[in-house]
């Protein structure tokens, strides 16, 4: 049988595969189809966890009661869930556990490019690296059997391009894993220092076994065309690039377990030719264990040090040309290039444009109203990472001197908020500070895709589910000033934010609307222009909607995309723009 597959796709069927019990993590492009493709299998639990770290945690519970079980996020969530994926590394495992990085070259949508490679081999634990649609499943599946065998943690490396490519699969039928129940080892599952000693001599031996199985296994070690004069040595997508561009020219090791490396195998295979090249993306990570064995390789001067490979660089790098020919060549069309921008109708607009003309220093987050930041809103000075607009915020406020003193805010998503804000809200209640949060609540995670998270009210199928209460939640931390405001009433944002600044003590401030596209909200008829009224002021464009253009230089709605919001109507105050009466 053959299927038709995502990446992502064939990593659940992988896991369904394998016999898994349960699945949870954390959405994340690319990794967010992983657990919404296996939600499809009836006999698998699935959840999403508020973070990554928490997804880790469940799942690891549920390897010690002996079933297998998979954690899914994207590499910056690995991150956050580093404490316990590290620890686990010593601990082991009872049921089969795969924890899948999503890593993200050339950040598509992401705000590094770290290579999680490193991460793994810091980690001391197992890492497999599928290199297309068909290796996403069989890997997967193989994973779960290498967990239990080595009792390790299995890293599934995944990138952006191996995740969401389509590909042909062959599936194969559900294994049924031997039973197995919690064994309570106090001297395993205890990581006092006097037992992580003890397991530490495990995790080597562990890491031992792994690389004689890199070493001698053809199906996760194979070598394509041996006896060339040239020589590839490659893992992951870049295999696809090398196998395309050389053909038969040259010999290739495709790794498929990259940690531990196979390194006897590497070293017999750079002594059977002439030229050796490494192909990876990001950084030189099988470039330097070859040349701390003393081995000549070529790699990492010969491509960019950032993005993506692709047959063209991959060309070079090997062959010294790029003949790659373009299939398409757009080169004299006419393609206007239109930066990403908050949705027509977003909630998040008029609060951005609020800051704006208030001109605040926003200390911002990770989530759709991070475009806050990009023209013509500008309006967000800062995004780091998950949770670290409450803590920069309360950090900028203390330190930014009298003249800035009472502009502070900081900006978080309601996912974001429950994912790593709490945490920076209690510090702020604990220490005295006098900044101001805001929480903007759609009630989804919507950046991801409209994934739902304990705000919500429903589970990962769609399901009714127990639905937290943010103001609840502040006010449980020590909050005192709690408001819930209309992000659609601009004199109410901006009454709200004057006076929660003006407080002396630590306020919250929630802008409460539901997400025009998860809800399908539609507020009121077109908004249209009366050019007569019209000053060309310009503050209805600078309101940012893809649904306000210009037209012989007055403002033009497209009556398709205007959702009626009101937000640009707001802001007129020449009485230009109105809503259409309705026919």
């Excluded at 598509?108 to 490019?113: M, P, V, W």
């Excluded at 890492?127 to 059997?145: G, H, I, L, Y």
Aim: aromatic share 6%; glycine share 10%.
């Amino acid at each position: 049988m053959k299927k038709l597959m995502l990446g992502n796709e064939a990593v659940a069927r992988g896991a369904w595969e394998a016999g898994v019990a349960f699945g949870s993590g954390y959405p994340g492009t690319p990794s967010t189809e992983i657990l919404e493709a296996l939600i499809h299998y009836d006999d698998v639990l699935v959840q999403w966890a508020p973070n990554e770290k928490v997804g880790y945690e469940v799942v690891m519970g549920a390897t010690l009661a002996g079933k297998r079980a998979i954690a899914t996020m994207k590499h910056v969530g690995l991150n956050v869930a580093a404490d316990p994926f590290f620890s686990s590394s010593y601990m082991g495992v009872n049921g089969g556990l795969v924890v899948v990085s999503a890593d993200d070259p050339a950040m598509h949508s992401s705000q590094d490019e770290q290579d999680n490679r490193y991460l793994a081999k810091a980690a001391k634990v197992v890492m497999v690296e599928p290199s297309d649609v068909e290796e996403s499943r069989w890997m997967t599946k193989e994973a779960f059997a290498l967990s239990e065998e080595l009792d390790t943690p299995v890293l599934l490396r995944m990138t952006t391009r191996v995740c969401h490519q389509t590909g042909i699969t062959f599936p194969e039928d559900r294994i049924t894993p031997p039973e197995k129940a919690f064994v309570k080892d106090i001297s395993k599952y205890v990581l006092l220092p006097g037992h992580a000693k003890q397991r530490r001599h495990k995790v080597e031996e562990r890491l031992n076994k792994a690389r004689e199985i890199g070493n001698t296994s053809d199906r996760w070690s194979p070598i394509i065309n041996p006896g060339k004069k040239i020589g590839v040595i490659t893992s992951g997508v870049a295999f696809g690039y090398v196998l395309e561009v050389m053909g038969e020219e040259a010999s290739i090791l495709k790794l498929g377990i990259t940690n531990p490396l196979p390194l006897e195998r590497m070293k017999k295979f750079a002594g059977s030719v002439e030229t050796l090249f490494v192909v990876e993306e990001l950084e030189p990570y099988i470039e330097e264990a070859l040349k701390a064995m003393g081995i000549k390789v070529k790699g990492s001067e010969l491509r960019p040090y950032t993005g993506e490979l692709d047959l063209k660089s991959v060309e070079k790098m090997l062959k010294g040309t790029e003949s790659v020919k373009v299939t398409v060549d757009l080169s004299d069309a006419k393609i206007n290039n239109r930066p990403p921008t908050l949705c027509p109708g977003c909630s998040h607009r008029g609060m951005f444009t609020t800051f704006r003309d208030m001109g605040l220093r926003v200390m911002g987050d990770i989530g759709c109203y991070t475009l806050g930041a990009v023209n013509p809103l500008k309006a967000m000075d800062s995004c780091m990472c998950m949770g670290a607009s409450v803590g920069m915020a309360e950090g900028l406020d203390r330190f930014c001197g009298e003249k800035e003193r009472g502009k502070t805010i900081g900006v978080i998503g309601d996912s974001t908020f429950f994912h790593s804000g709490i945490t920076g809200l209690i510090d702020m209640v604990v220490n005295r500070s006098k900044a101001t949060l805001v929480i903007l609540d759609n009630s989804l995670t919507a950046m991801t895709g409209g994934q739902p998270h304990p705000g919500t009210g429903m589970d990962i199928k769609g399901m009714a589910a127990p639905k937290l209460d943010l103001v609840e939640i502040c006010h449980a931390v020590g909050v005192k000033r709690v408001r819930v405001i209309d992000p659609y009433k601009l004199d109410e944002v901006k009454a709200a934010l004057e006076e929660e600044l003006a407080a002396e003590e630590v306020s919250v401030i929630i802008a409460k609307a539901p997400c025009v596209l998860g809800f399908k909200k539609k507020f009121n008829e077109p908004v249209e222009v009366t050019i007569e009224k019209c000053i060309r002021c310009g503050k209805c464009i600078r309101v940012g909607c893809m649904a306000i253009g210009e037209k012989d230089g007055y403002p033009d709605i497209d009556e398709n995309l205007c959702t009626g919001c009101g937000v640009c109507v707001q802001f007129c105050q020449d009485g230009a723009l109105n809503f259409r009466k309705k026919k």
